[in-house]
């Protein structure tokens, strides 16, 4: 079946795994979280990468390319019934992704790169723009101006944390309402935001336990949409592992951070 989707609605999750390791393990991800998203009330848009450019060592898994990559974000896309996004590094990803993908997503190291920004908005897709962890909140309005710029105001902001020393990252929790300012909708990656940079070495390292309150307490602050990097077993995947949460939890989570968001609706 042919997808149109145009609206995304408050709240939200993106949920998937960090890479494409298998066609069938992309199904199964979708199917699930798909159906928990049906039970609680929640619009659903599968993840997952066909390339991770932005890797620690040469010799980590990458992903399957592109070609293979969007062969499989499309059956995911046609057989489940869900939105789709996948990361693009470069002008030449978006125009191949783009009748594909219903979202393009901006790696956080590439939040300033003002070609790829207005090529993703010249696609008429959604837009998700990573917040590099080395930009003020402030200063991802210059990033939202890029896309809007094009007349596409289909545009998420995401915050996935902030360098702090060395392979750390900590959450300013006024991120959230500053980026709301632009007018973009405005997503926490809970995952990521655990994340310890190139602190395994040759990869990075994670420390998954606390991606339940820190999602907590973005909910409680305000969000439209929530990000997960989701694995039936984290300890096997292929890349993220450490900061991925197991599949068996995400409708836990997903479940406690909807009735904060819904109990601070009902007071604003």
């Not at 901006?106 to 917040?131: E, H, M």
């Not at 995401?158 to 300013?172: I, M, S």
């Not at 990656?189 to 991606?211: K, N, W, Y």
Request: glycine share 8%.
């Amino acid at each position: 079946m042919t997808i149109d989707f145009v609206q995304i609605r408050p709240f939200f999750a993106i949920a998937g795994p960090c890479v494409i390791e298998s066609e069938e393990l992309c199904l199964e991800i979708a199917e699930k979280v798909k159906a928990i998203c049906e039970k609680l009330s929640m619009q659903y848009i599968f993840k997952a990468s066909f390339d991770k450019a932005n890797r620690s060592s040469v010799n980590s898994f990458r992903g399957p390319g592109i070609e293979k990559g969007l062969a499989v974000l499309k059956r995911v896309k046609n057989d489940v019934g869900v939105m789709v996004l996948t990361d693009v590094h470069s002008v030449s990803d978006v125009e191949l992704c783009k009748d594909v993908v219903d979202v393009l997503q901006i790696p956080a190291f590439l939040c300033r790169q003002t070609d790829l920004l207005l090529a993703a908005g010249k696609s008429n897709c959604w837009v998700n723009i990573k917040k590099g962890q080395f930009v003020s909140p402030y200063d991802m309005k210059n990033a939202y101006d890029k896309v809007a710029a094009t007349g596409n105001k289909k545009i998420m902001l995401t915050e996935r944390g902030t360098f702090w020393g060395y392979n750390n990252l900590v959450n300013d929790f006024r991120s959230l309402p500053i980026m709301a300012e632009t007018g973009a909708l405005v997503v926490f990656d809970a995952t990521h935001s655990v994340q310890l940079p190139g602190a395994g070495g040759t990869c990075s390292s994670g420390e998954r336990r606390f991606i339940l309150p820190l999602a907590r307490a973005a909910a409680a602050v305000g969000i439209d949409g929530l990000f997960i990097e989701v694995h039936p077993n984290p300890d096997a995947a292929l890349c993220d592992g450490p900061n991925s949460l197991p599949l068996n939890e995400v409708e836990k989570v997903l479940r406690q951070t909807k009735e904060i968001w819904e109990y601070v609706k009902g007071l604003s």
